[in-house]
């Protein structure tokens, strides 16, 4: 889509050369049609598990400080020619821990720093505190880095995938889990696949969900269940299909992911409720048993039933329950079966619900039990709310039924135009017509400030996160435009501030091109930071406008969250070429922000 007539004015002189916004950093190498390969940063957080684990007389254990030094000596995992042509290390300032893949056929460099935790762990060994430190580092590194892959063994991994989505408030980037059910370090393991696919789509898409990886497929983290402990398919979605598919190419199935909507930053909540467990009902259980499980210091429950949320109609056992309830233990029932639902179908499952018992709809016990721990480690809220929270949808963990009628497909007048004159009529391919179409027209409803169009395109399936040829989103457009009030749509339904464009610039970026305070701010409240490859130069630039004293560029750089203070090309800082300048309302500007 053509910018407007702003965008193509956009720029400014530094000491008689032009600098505009739109030029792409320096290129450090050419990709595909003549296009600059774009660096991408990600972080992998190795908590231990197999995949990093050497054979000890008493097993296989973790060891310390030497995954890094293996996966440079991998080519798929470690372009060391290009890390070396480029001096890599120096220029971005890394350290022996940091590795960089070959170029992708997307035409990206992503460049993965390794950390580890102290101790690594057998997952065995994985507790609630242990996923605070997780929680604490993707917190710390979250603005450095573009996502996050985290190792882990696979016993638990469903636990801490879950409790993540959970802890991981208001996300916006791509956290992926994994690990492998052999070491990297054999011959034959799914360790060194299993890490690359989850740095390639953790660098080259923006999936705001904690998901799980293995054996090419990506799922939702809170979804995933361990079904297999000796095939390299060790995981399992019963009630969601995978987010994304890596097999000749890897697609995403957009429609699937799922997205905060909201304006607020992002946070983790560290306080997890270790007072709760997992009961599971069989036939022949006794009263004593469930009244022993539901004593002090038990604060929440999650029930595996049978079925759709079945228990024995034993009146004993109910009354437990309800008693359970009256004193403020919370109960969530959830099925043993590996798909379906907890309903109310049977007389059986009705009278859990008259005890007091929280129907958890098709929640894995993985997911009901970190929910469980994450709502009651919320003190600020009464039971009440509580009990309201568990029943909501707070990060895709439960199959919600859309009230009300969606506009379809073949509702709109549009689509079924080109449909006839492509001869097409399957779901399919409407879909594919749809998906092909909905970058351009978004952006161009975006453009002209139509909020009606991007809601008839949001209500028909389309995703207002897709990228038109130039990577540029409907968010790229609005916040180019100053928007506000598309801004604010935009952002409400999902559409992500970490978004970049074929140039590198986010809408972060667009809306201190365009000068649009309201507009920064907005995104900076949602989390928006610009990207290291944005902030090369910006000393240079921010010289540039001091020289011509311009304020309110000086002003939009501020409310990002730069630091004026940076010095230029010739070392000088802002400050220093205003008062050479002897510009006077420049230099108070300065000084009031400092």
Same mark, same amino acid.
């Given at each position: 889509?053509?910018?407007?007539?702003?965008?193509?004015?956009?720029?400014?002189?530094?000491?008689?050369?032009?600098?505009s916004?739109?030029?792409?950093?320096? %290129?450090?190498e050419?990709?595909?049609?003549?296009?600059?390969?774009?660096?991408?940063?990600?972080?992998?957080?190795?908590?231990?598990?197999?995949?990093?684990?050497?054979?000890?007389?008493?097993?296989?254990?973790?060891? %310390?400080?030497?995954?890094?030094?293996?996966?440079?000596?991998?080519?798929?995992?470690?372009?060391?020619?290009?890390?070396?042509?480029?001096?890599?290390?120096?220029? #971005?300032?890394?350290?022996?821990?940091?590795?960089?893949?070959?170029?992708?056929?997307?035409?990206?460099?992503?460049?993965?720093?390794?950390?580890?935790?102290?101790?690594l762990?057998?997952s065995? /060994?994985?507790?609630p505190?242990?996923?605070?430190?997780i929680?604490?580092? #993707?917190?710390?590194?979250?603005?450095?880095?573009?996502?996050?892959?985290?190792?882990?063994?696979?016993?638990?991994?469903?636990?801490t995938?879950s409790?993540?989505?959970?802890?991981?408030?208001?996300?916006?980037?791509?956290?992926?889990?994994?690990?492998?059910?052999?070491?990297?370090?054999e011959?034959?393991?799914?360790?060194r696949?299993?890490?690359?696919?989850?740095?390639l789509?953790?660098?080259?898409?923006?999936?705001?969900?904690?998901c799980?990886?293995?054996?090419n497929?990506?799922?939702?983290?809170?979804?995933?269940?361990?079904?297999?402990?000796?095939?390299?398919?060790?995981?399992?979605?019963?009630?969601?299909?995978?987010?994304?598919?890596?097999?000749?190419?890897i697609?995403? /199935?957009?429609?699937?992911?799922?997205?905060?909507?909201?304006?607020?930053?992002?946070e983790?909540?560290?306080?997890?409720?270790?007072?709760?467990?997992?009961?599971r009902?069989?036939?022949?259980?006794?009263?004593?048993?469930?009244?022993?499980?539901?004593?002090?210091?038990v604060?929440?429950?999650?029930l595996e039933t049978?079925?759709?949320?079945?228990?024995?109609?034993?009146?004993?056992l109910l009354?437990e329950?309800?008693?359970?309830?009256d004193?403020?233990?919370?109960?969530l029932?959830?099925?043993?079966?590996?798909?379906?639902s907890?309903?109310?179908v049977?007389?059986?499952?009705?009278?859990?619900?008259?005890?007091?018992?929280?129907?958890?709809?098709?929640?894995?016990?993985?997911?009901?039990?970190?929910?469980?721990?994450?709502?009651?480690?919320?003190?600020?809220?009464s039971?009440?709310?509580?009990?309201?929270m568990?029943?909501?949808?707070?990060?895709?963990?439960?199959?919600?039924?859309?009230?009300?009628?969606?506009?379809?497909?073949?509702?709109?007048?549009f689509?079924q135009?080109?449909?006839?004159?492509?001869?097409?009529?399957?779901?399919e391919?409407?879909?594919?017509v749809?998906?092909? #179409?909905?970058?351009?027209l978004a952006?161009?409803?975006?453009?002209?400030?139509?909020?009606?169009?991007?809601?008839?395109l949001?209500?028909?399936?389309? /995703?207002?996160?897709?990228?038109?040829?130039?990577?540029r989103?409907?968010?790229?457009?609005?916040?180019?435009?100053?928007n506000?009030?598309l801004?604010?749509?935009?952002?409400?339904?999902?559409?992500?501030?970490?978004a970049?464009?074929?140039?590198?610039a986010?809408?972060?970026?667009n809306?201190?091109?365009?000068?649009?305070?309201?507009?920064?701010?907005? #995104?900076?409240?949602t989390g928006?930071?610009?990207?290291?490859?944005?902030?090369?130069?910006?000393?240079?630039?921010?010289?540039?406008?001091?020289?011509?004293?311009?304020?309110?560029?000086?002003?939009?750089?501020?409310?990002?969250?730069?630091?004026?203070?940076?010095?230029?090309?010739d070392?000088?800082?802002?400050?220093?070429?205003?008062k050479k300048?002897?510009?006077?309302?420049?230099?108070?500007?300065l000084?009031?922000?400092?």
């Open positions: 889509m053509a910018e407007s007539g702003r965008a193509a004015r956009g720029g400014t002189r530094v000491l008689g050369r032009a600098l916004f739109s030029e792409p950093s320096p %290129a450090l050419i990709g595909g049609g003549g296009r600059t390969a774009a660096e991408v940063r990600v972080l992998v957080i190795n908590t231990g598990g197999t995949i990093g684990m050497v054979p000890r007389s008493e097993g296989l254990a973790p060891e %310390a400080n030497k995954l890094a030094g293996a996966l440079a000596k991998i080519p798929i995992l470690h372009d060391a020619t290009y890390a070396k042509e480029t001096k890599l290390y120096s220029r #971005l300032a890394l350290g022996d821990d940091s590795l960089v893949l070959p170029l992708s056929k997307e035409n990206k460099r992503i460049i993965y720093t390794i950390i580890e935790l102290s101790p762990l057998d065995a /060994n994985m507790t505190a242990d996923w605070g430190k929680a604490k580092c #993707l917190e710390t590194n979250y603005e450095k880095h573009d996502g996050f892959v985290i190792l882990h063994g696979t016993d638990t991994m469903a636990y995938a409790a993540l989505s959970f802890m991981c408030e208001n996300l916006g980037k791509t956290i992926i889990l994994t690990g492998s059910q052999v070491p990297i370090y011959l034959r393991n799914d360790g696949s299993n890490l690359l696919g989850s740095l789509i953790a660098g080259q898409f923006v999936i705001p969900e904690v799980l990886y293995f054996y497929k990506l799922y939702r983290g809170n979804r995933v269940t361990k079904v297999d402990a000796e095939s390299f398919n060790a995981f399992s979605s019963p009630n969601l299909p995978p987010l994304a598919n890596a097999e000749v190419d697609t995403i /199935n957009w429609e699937t992911v799922w997205r905060s909507n909201t304006t607020k930053k992002f983790v909540h560290t306080n997890m409720n270790c007072n709760v467990g997992l009961l009902i069989f036939p022949g259980i006794t009263t004593a048993a469930v009244k022993a499980f539901l004593q002090s210091p604060e929440g429950v999650v049978y079925g759709s949320g079945n228990a024995p109609n034993n009146q004993d009354e329950l309800k008693k359970a309830t004193r403020n233990i919370v109960i029932n959830c099925t043993q079966c590996l798909r379906g907890v309903s109310l049977y007389a059986t499952g009705k009278t859990l619900m008259d005890a007091g018992v929280i129907p958890g709809a098709d929640m894995t016990p993985e997911a009901a039990l970190a929910k469980l721990a994450y709502v009651l480690g919320k003190p600020q809220l039971l009440a709310e509580k009990r309201k568990l029943n909501e949808n707070l990060r895709g963990e439960i199959t919600v039924v859309p009230i009300g009628t969606r506009i379809t497909l073949k509702d709109s007048k689509i135009g080109i449909s006839k004159y492509l001869c097409i009529s399957r779901k391919e409407l879909e594919a749809r998906d092909a #179409l909905t970058p351009a952006c161009a409803a975006a453009k002209t400030g139509d909020l009606d169009a991007l809601k008839a949001q209500n028909m399936g389309g /995703n207002l996160s897709s990228g038109d040829y130039d990577g989103t409907p968010l790229h457009v609005a916040s180019c435009e100053g506000l009030e801004v604010t749509y935009l952002l409400e339904s999902g559409a992500t501030v970490y970049k464009d074929r140039f590198g986010t809408p972060l970026m809306a201190i091109k365009f000068r649009h305070p309201d507009v920064i701010s907005l #995104l900076r409240k928006a930071h610009l990207s290291s490859q944005e902030l090369v130069n910006v000393g240079t630039e921010l010289c540039s406008l001091a020289f011509n004293g311009d304020i309110d560029g000086l002003t939009a750089w501020h409310l990002a969250g730069v630091n004026l203070n940076q010095r230029g090309y070392g000088n800082t802002p400050f220093h070429v205003a300048m002897g510009n006077v309302e420049v230099i108070t500007f000084k009031s922000i400092s």
